[in-house]
């Protein structure tokens, strides 16, 4: 890790807690983003689960849409699960019509598409370029609809991609921090790292 | 790959407690207040009846709601919707599970239908979410297979008092135990009424095995803020919105303080021209405590 690396993961509600768990794991330092100032002192961001509609909503009323999509466009490496991959996707059906996404990966998902939480699962999944399958936990989970000819996809369930990568921004369907294997977030440290 | 899918799991029904954290969960009566709710940043609803506020001035046999008013609020957002069954009542529970609910309130705030038996929460696919005044009843509610623990606070009192007590008594004895040496581990078990293992892995992990959830006497952003800073991580807000003058505006201020809880300068600026609070009330008014329902 280089020294000094921040990540930022956006602290407005949800699994951010989980998240900064698994980067104290793997001793990459992180801080909670909350407003403006917080995302000034961070190198990436971490775009955590939790629900998309109530997370657009207070990414509005702490004035971090604008600077949070700026710094996307401006190549800060960021990565998204579940509700987070919904505030990266280009097109968002099944949301809400004022519910705002950053279009920063081109990707058509639909909001809660595997089904309400009866349905929610977990499974083995195999990831490009790794052996081990991967352990993956799906809770109201968002499916991908479409992916643009720049998206990389990292894995597949059931012939839907599931995680996927363009640039410096990776997302998942699925909740890589509520699992004891780091694969995804050490994936995700080293993009940051040679992004820097 | 094909591996088969596991539904049901506590990983999975702990995971979507995991995500409400940091939010608000809000008690609606119908469609409308539901939508009012999504539109306000709830991260869920929870469909019921009436509030306890309600309840507690109408008397009477308090149930599950009609499955007709709970597949209404379903079809009304987009969020999870959560519903109540009675205490012990584990087909009103069944029933809450095939009509899709994504969470269960096994709730003091209904009328006990068992006075020695809780649900036995492992049998079911949904998780639930148990009230708790201690450690040792939050502990007896994981240990039968609860996702997610909420003080009991006392509802429909719109008086933050006794989630106050609540919390502090439960994040009190985990600090307490996550002191205590490995000897008086079996001392907390007993004194708690608690199994032994539960109270062991508090004191290496330092919390409880699930999420830690306020709930009960919640009525303006300043008591969510409090909650939170007192360890709890989400409120539950019964009939502190939509017994308040303006429910919209109350409900959007109490989103904003959960997530900034710890920024006196936002709850400050949220706190502005929200119309009165409900009214509440104290604790020596009231008759019935519904805190003392459960055990």
């Known amino acids: 890790m280089t020294v000094g690396t921040r990540i930022g993961v956006l602290a407005l509600q949800g699994a951010f807690a989980a998240h900064r768990a698994v980067l104290d794991r793997i001793g990459a330092q992180s801080s909670e983003v909350r407003t403006p100032d917080d995302l000034d002192d961070v190198d990436a961001l971490v775009l955590p689960g939790g629900e998309s509609t109530t997370m657009s909503m207070l990414l509005e009323s702490s004035l971090l849409f604008e600077p949070v999509g700026k710094r996307i466009a401006d190549g800060m490496p960021v990565l998204g699960t579940c509700a987070g991959m919904i505030l990266l996707a280009r097109e968002v059906t099944d949301g809400r019509d004022d519910q705002r996404s950053f279009a920063a990966l081109d990707i058509g998902v639909q909001r809660n598409a595997y089904g309400r939480q009866v349905d929610s699962f977990e499974t083995e999944l195999s990831i490009r370029g790794s052996d081990a399958p991967f352990h993956a936990v799906f809770i109201r989970a968002p499916r991908i609809v479409r992916t643009g000819d720049d998206v990389e996809v990292l894995a597949e369930h059931a012939g839907t991609p599931v995680l996927v990568r363009s640039m410096s921004v990776m997302a998942a369907s699925f909740h890589p921090e509520l699992t004891d294997d780091d694969r995804i977030h050490r994936l995700f440290i080293e993009q940051v790292r040679t992004t820097r | ?295």
């Open chain 2, 1 to 295: 790959m094909a591996s088969p899918n596991t539904t049901g799991s506590m990983r999975v029904q702990r995971g979507l407690a995991e995500m409400l954290k940091g939010g608000v969960i809000m008690d609606v009566v119908t469609p409308g207040q539901a939508k009012i709710a999504e539109d306000a940043g709830a991260v869920a609803v929870m469909a019921l009846e009436r509030v306890p506020a309600d309840i507690r001035r109408d008397g009477g046999v308090a149930r599950m709601s009609d499955p007709e008013m709970i597949e209404g609020i379903k079809a009304a957002v987009s969020i999870p919707v959560m519903a109540k069954a009675r205490i012990g009542h584990f087909v009103e529970a069944q029933v809450l599970e095939a009509l899709g609910v994504d969470f269960i309130d096994e709730s003091e705030v209904l009328t006990p239908a068992d006075e020695a038996h809780h649900i036995d929460k492992l049998k079911f696919t949904v998780p639930f979410v148990c009230g708790a005044t201690n450690l040792g009843e939050a502990l007896r509610r994981i240990s039968e297979g609860a996702a997610l623990i909420r003080s009991k606070g006392e509802a429909g009192t719109g008086n933050i008092v006794e989630a106050v007590r609540h919390l502090r008594s439960i994040i009190g004895d985990i600090r307490k135990i996550t002191q205590a040496d490995s000897a008086e581990l079996f001392d907390w078990a007993k004194k708690l009424n608690a199994p032994l293992p539960l109270v062991q892995e508090i004191a290496e992990t330092g919390w409880l095995q699930v999420p830690l959830f306020c709930a009960g006497g919640i009525a303006t952003p300043a008591d969510a803020a409090l909650a939170m800073q007192l360890g709890a991580e989400s409120v539950f807000v019964g009939s502190g919105i939509f017994k308040s003058d303006d429910p919209a505006p109350r409900a959007k201020a109490i989103v904003e303080a959960t997530t900034h809880f710890r920024d006196a300068h936002i709850i400050a600026k949220v706190s502005r021209k929200l119309g009165a609070p409900m009214t509440g009330i104290s604790m020596d008014e009231i008759n019935q405590r519904y805190a003392e329902r459960g055990w």
